[in-house]
């Protein structure tokens, strides 16, 4: 979040916005950019984690992936539902980091990103 917000920053300096309209589409676009780049990475660990569940012979470990990597498709089998949990999970991380960059200010602190 700090380093989009920080990069967006640092493109958008010369634009006609106006100081707090920037901090808004800048809190606002990277905290939807993070929450993407959270899902995506996360969603191997959710894989596995759902599948273990799921298996009802006790499977351990390396079973899990042994077992999502053959079924599923291989290493892209891990990334199965993505795009669900981009829409349900990118919508509660953008808004608790949108939180975050909203109560820090104020607070009287910086936003993200822009000092």
Not at 1 to 17: E, Q, R
Not at 32 to 48: K, L, R
Not at 81 to 107: C, E, F, N, P, W
Request: glycine content about 10%; aromatic content about 12%; proline content about 2%.
């Amino acid at each position: 979040f700090d380093v989009v917000s920080t990069f967006l920053y640092g493109i958008m300096a010369n634009t006609d916005l106006k100081a707090t309209d920037l901090k808004w589409f800048v809190s606002l676009l990277s905290a939807f950019v993070a929450s993407i780049f959270a899902c995506i990475t996360s969603q191997p660990g959710d894989m596995i984690l759902t599948e273990t569940y799921k298996s009802s012979n006790g499977a351990g470990f390396f079973a899990v992936i042994n077992d999502i990597y053959k079924t599923k498709g291989g290493a892209s089998g891990f990334f199965t539902g993505v795009g669900a949990r981009i829409i349900h999970v990118s919508s509660i991380i953008t808004s608790q980091l949108v939180i975050y960059d909203i109560v820090k200010q104020a607070l009287g602190l910086p936003a993200t990103g822009s000092h």
